[in-house]
C-alpha cells in the first residue's frame, strides 16, 4: 500500500495538471446545465493537484483523501453525461468506455479512501 500512496498522489497531479494543458477537452464534458465550464474546469484541476500532494504528506493525507472524495463524487455528473449523450463524444471514447466510467467512479472513490487512510 506504501508504494500506492504516491502513485495516488502522482496520478491526481497529473490528471488535474492537464486542466490546465487541455482545458478545451474538459470544458467539453461539463454538463451545459452546470454553465461556468472554464471556472468548473479550473477549479476542479486545482483541487485533483491539491489533493495529489496532499496525499503524499501523513499530516494531510486524511483530508486530502476526503477532498479528492468529494470531488470524485462532483465530477460524477460529467461521465454520466459523457456516457448519456455519447454522439456528442465520438472520438473521445468507444460508447462502452464512456459508460465504463460511470461505475469506475466508485471504484476510485474507494481506492482514494483507502490509500488517505494510509498512515505512513
Known sequence: MRT???????????????????????????????????????????????????????????????????????VWPANIYMAVDAERFVGVAPTWALWARVPLQIGLIWWVERVSRTRR
Do not use: N
Open 4 to 74: 500506492s500512496i504516491p502513485i495516488t498522489g502522482v496520478l491526481f497531479v497529473a490528471a488535474g495538471t492537464l486542466h490546465f494543458v487541455r482545458p478545451a477537452m474538459y470544458q467539453k464534458i461539463v454538463p451545459p446545465q452546470l454553465g461556468h465550464a472554464a471556472e468548473l474546469v479550473a477549479i476542479s484541476g486545482i483541487a485533483e493537484i491539491a489533493g495529489g500532494v496532499g496525499l503524499m504528506f501523513p499530516p494531510t493525507r486524511r483530508a486530502a483523501g476526503f477532498g479528492l472524495i468529494a470531488l470524485l463524487l462532483a
